[in-house]
C-alpha cells in the first residue's frame, strides 16, 4: 500500500530536549516536505526535499532541521524545541515538486507535538 | 506574501442538503489549484488538482469549478452525509519554484 508514515504521532516533550520526527515514503517519490498546522492558519512549509542530499528551507524554517541521506526518508530534528514549536506536523510527498501539475501531494497522518 | 482565502471559515449542514464554498487565491502567475479533504485524525487527502481555466472535476458527490482569471474555485457537496463531514482545504500553485500556499480551510459539519 502507497503511504508515508510517520513517528512518533503523538510526543509531549520539554524545552530544550533534542527530538526527531521520522518520516518515511514507500512510492519511491523524489519531493518530500514537512508543514506545520496551527490554530488559525493554513499549512506552513518548514522545509523541503528534491532529492536525496538536496534540502532547502520553506516558509517558516527557524527552530527545525532535516536531513535527507535515503530518497525514502525526511526526518524532522528539533535541536533545542521551544513551546512555540508546539503543533500538529505533516509530512508530505510527491513525484513531482509540491504536486505540480496534475501530480499530488500525499500526507503522513501527522504527528501532534506538544513543548512544555 | 500569497493570500489564499477560503470561505466560509467553517459551516454546519443537515444531511441532504447540498452546499458549497469559496477558494480565493492569486489570478497571476497561476499553474494549479489543489483541493484536499482533511478528516479530525488523518492526513489530508487529494481530491483534485485543477489546472484550466473553466475545468470541472468531479467525484462522486463532490465537484470543483475552476475560474483562474477572477481567481476563485468553488467545491460543490451534493446531498451532503454524515461522512463529508471534515475540513475542505485548497492550496494554491504558481508557475515558477514555490511551494504550495495553502487556505485556513473550511470546516463542514454534517448533522444527521
Known amino acids: 500500500e502507497a503511504q508515508v508514515t510517520q513517528n512518533p504521532r503523538y510526543l509531549i516533550t520539554v524545552t530544550g530536549k533534542k527530538l526527531t520526527v521520522t518520516c518515511s515514503q514507500n512510492?519511491?517519490?523524489?519531493?518530500m516536505s514537512w508543514y506545520r498546522q496551527d490554530p488559525g492558519l493554513g499549512l506552513r512549509q518548514i522545509y523541503y526535499?528534491?532529492?536525496?542530499?538536496a534540502t532547502d528551507k520553506g516558509d517558516v524554517p527557524e527552530g527545525y532541521k532535516v536531513s535527507r541521506k535515503e530518497k525514502r526518508n525526511f526526518p524532522l530534528i528539533l535541536e533545542s524545541p521551544s513551546p512555540n514549536q508546539t503543533s500538529l506536523y505533516f509530512c508530505?510527498?510527491?513525484?513531482?515538486?509540491w504536486g505540480q501539475g496534475t501530480d499530488t501531494q500525499y500526507f503522513g497522518p501527522g504527528t501532534r507535538l506538544t513543548v512544555l | 506574501i500569497l493570500n489564499v482565502e477560503q470561505s466560509p471559515q467553517s459551516l454546519h449542514v443537515q444531511e441532504g442538503d447540498s452546499t458549497n464554498f469559496t477558494c480565493s487565491f492569486p489570478s497571476s502567475n497561476f499553474y494549479a489549484l489543489h483541493w484536499y479533504r482533511w478528516e479530525t485524525a488523518k492526513s489530508p487527502e487529494a481530491l483534485f488538482v485543477m489546472t484550466l481555466n473553466g475545468d470541472e472535476k468531479k467525484k462522486g458527490r463532490i465537484s470543483a469549478t475552476l475560474n483562474t482569471k477572477e481567481g476563485y474555485s468553488y467545491l460543490y457537496i451534493k446531498g451532503s452525509q454524515p461522512e463529508d463531514s471534515a475540513t475542505y482545504l485548497c492550496a494554491f500553485l504558481r508557475s515558477g519554484n514555490t511551494p504550495l500556499v495553502f487556505g485556513k480551510g473550511t470546516r463542514l459539519s454534517v448533522i444527521a
Open positions: 508530505a510527498s510527491s513525484l513531482t515538486p
Open positions: 512510492m519511491n517519490h523524489e519531493y
Open positions: 526535499s528534491m532529492n536525496v542530499e
